[in-house]
């Protein structure tokens, strides 16, 4: 299916475990995002990606890891998830594109971590 | 830095009704875009609609329009003869418009939308 795909929808893990949320799209977008939604703070940059192999810190990217080794895929790790990391995660691109920044995401995955 | 301010936590509309959801934003940036969000329950996040700042007209979509008020720093939506389905979340974001830099959407805390029969 076109689009953007993230994986799993809902994760429930333990503090100090290792987690990763998978973030797949179809249209070669150049450019890939992680954002973190909290009430009371709206979304929030982690990570984004202007192409393969090249990343960069978004507002609120300590304890996460990114890597984006093709195109279509930007997954996000959790080396040790702590428990202020329990969020709704989108992942979303668009395409290398001047004027208009309009985001696609992705339908969001729900991590909670006890 | 940019800065986006949405200060009506909860709003209600009774079905049919016009109503503005208010948005301002802080910016240094001489050249940039704004955009508004829906999230309805379901969670997934809907674009619809963009204002870029140098555009002399208020962008429309449909039942959208945004209120672009540059001197004011505001970007309100209006969303007339409100539906059932307008019910949700929704959220105002701003970019830097130059190219590539449109790296770092920025989010307000956004204003949830009640419409009511």
């Known amino acids: 299916d076109a689009g953007i795909t993230q994986s799993p929808r809902y994760k429930i893990t333990e503090t100090g475990r290792q987690v990763t949320l998978m973030c797949h799209q179809t249209?070669?977008?150049?450019?890939m995002f992680w954002y973190r939604q909290d009430l009371g703070h709206g979304l929030r940059l982690i990570y984004y990606?202007?192409?393969?192999?090249?990343?960069d810190k978004g507002e609120v990217p300590d304890g996460y890891v990114v890597s984006r080794s093709k195109t279509e895929n930007f997954p996000l790790t959790l080396e040790s998830a702590t428990r202020s990391q329990t969020s709704v995660y989108f992942c979303?691109?668009?395409?290398?594109?001047?004027?208009?920044?309009?985001?696609?995401f992705g339908a969001g995955s729900r991590l909670t971590v006890l | 830095a940019q800065k986006i301010t949405q200060t009506q936590p909860g709003m209600f509309v009774q079905e049919k009704e016009a109503v503005t959801l208010d948005c301002t934003y802080d910016?240094?940036?001489?050249?940039?875009?704004l955009f508004w969000y829906k999230q309805p329950s379901s969670g997934e996040m809907i674009f619809l609609i963009y204002?870029?700042?140098?555009?002399?007209q208020n962008a429309t979509e449909g039942r959208y329009s945004l209120n672009f008020q540059k001197a004011r720093k505001s970007a309100n939506l209006v969303i007339s003869a409100s539906q059932l389905g307008d019910s949700a979340m929704y959220f105002c974001?701003?970019?830097?418009?130059?190219?590539?830099?449109?790296?770092?959407?920025?989010f307000g805390t956004g204003t949830q939308l009640k419409v009511e029969l």
């Open positions: 990606s202007a192409a393969a192999d090249i990343t």
């Open positions: 974001a701003m970019s830097p418009a130059i190219a590539g830099g449109g790296n770092k959407l920025t």
């Open positions: 979303a691109s668009r395409e290398d594109m001047t004027g208009a920044n309009v985001l696609t």
């Open positions: 910016t240094s940036d001489q050249s940039y875009g």
């Open positions: 249209w070669s977008h150049s450019y």
């Open positions: 204002q870029g700042s140098y555009d002399e």
